[in-house]
């Protein structure tokens, strides 16, 4: 049994870009350090969530 770690994309912050969330997810090279994908954070970042992010992100979703 194990933790996982989420971390949730927003609109203002490093994370606001689908391939800034991927890095910094990779970054950590653990499969226990994951994204939950907030498809609205990434429109109000100016990014296409739907199929672009999710494509790129799907893996670590």
């Not at 194990?2 to 090279?29: C, K, R, S, Y």
């Amino acid at each position: 049994m194990g933790v996982t770690l989420v971390l949730e994309n927003e609109a203002h912050d490093m994370t606001h870009t689908p391939e800034n969330a991927l890095a910094i997810i990779n970054h950590f090279q653990s499969s226990n350090f994951r994204l939950n994908l907030d498809a609205t954070n990434f429109y109000q970042g100016g990014n296409e969530a739907f199929p672009y992010a999710y494509d790129l992100l799907k893996d670590v979703i």
